[in-house]
């Protein structure tokens, strides 16, 4: 009895760690969520192995410390990690701590995308596209930017929704674009912000409106994407809204949030 308490006890103990290396984390002391996750990582759990890596990659609390960094995320991708082999991919990608090794990346990518990885799908969807190691293959592109879309990843969302507004890869649905441009754009993403406001002016896949595409053009701006702050400026030029729509406009863009996607793993530094 006295082991069994002692072996339901621990997981308890090693969640409450995380949970304290996480508040550490998130308040900005690194040195504590070290402390606090390194004694976890030590007996092999593999979520204090990811975030200790993290602390090493970008140098949090430690000195930076690459090698580091692959070793602590190889230990978690060896226990079925998905986003510990996404950041492996990551590195191999980039070229961090060794020479850029695309077809690395891509393997690294695929088993943390089969494993329901997000991030790992919409990477490897990119290589895919840009064809980096390989010729582009537009169709896995879209397959692989729908699973990432399909878990709310923005990015993977503007993407799908640019492929299948130009028909690149999957039949071209300027409806179904916009979809994927409005899931991308209420997470505040500039690029869908400034496509979706470039439609509703054109009429393109919604009804034209004129306050609306100003209204998402606005938000662009707000991100510093010079290119929508370039297009609204024209439409202001233009006077196809009167003063009080554009302060309108103006106020509800200001008090807008983009919508908060939950994380997939609340144990792990996003």
């Known amino acids: 009895m006295i082991a069994l308490a ?9 969640a409450q760690d995380q949970d304290a290396g996480l508040r550490a984390f998130r308040r900005g002391d690194y040195e504590a969520a070290n402390r606090a996750w390194k004694a976890q990582a030590d007996q092999g759990d593999k979520n204090a192995e990811y975030n200790l890596g993290m602390l090493y990659m970008n140098g949090l609390g430690v000195t930076q410390d690459l090698d580091e960094a692959v070793r602590l995320f190889q230990l978690a991708a060896d226990q079925g990690h998905p986003q510990a082999a996404y ?5 191999r990608e980039k ?3 060794a020479a850029p ?9 695929q088993l943390a995308a089969d494993a329901g990885d997000p991030d790992a799908a919409e990477k490897l969807a990119e290589l895919y596209e840009d064809g980096f190691g390989q010729e582009p293959d537009l169709k896995r592109a879209v397959f692989r930017y729908r699973q990432a879309a399909e878990q709310g990843l923005a990015e993977a969302q503007f993407r799908l929704g640019r492929l299948t507004e130009q028909g690149r890869g999957t039949p071209r649905d300027e409806a179904e674009a916009v979809k994927w441009y409005m899931a991308a754009a209420n997470q505040g993403n500039p690029q869908a912000e400034m496509r979706l406001g470039e439609l509703y002016l054109s ?3 919604v009804p034209q409106d004129t306050k609306q595409g100003y209204f998402w053009l606005t938000l662009a701006t707000k991100q510093n994407l010079r290119a929508a702050e370039k297009q609204r400026d024209e439409l202001l030029k233009q006077k196809k809204l009167t003063f009080d729509e554009v302060s309108n406009l103006e106020s509800t863009a200001v008090r807008w949030k983009p919508k908060i996607v939950a994380a997939k793993n609340p144990l792990i530094i996003q």
């Open 6 to 14: 002692g072996a339901l006890a621990a997981p308890v103990a090693i």
């Open 87 to 91: 950041r492996l991919g990551e590195m």
């Open 95 to 97: 070229g961090w701590g």
């Open 101 to 109: 090794n695309y077809g690395e990346a891509q393997r690294l990518y």
């Open 203 to 205: 009429g393109k896949g």
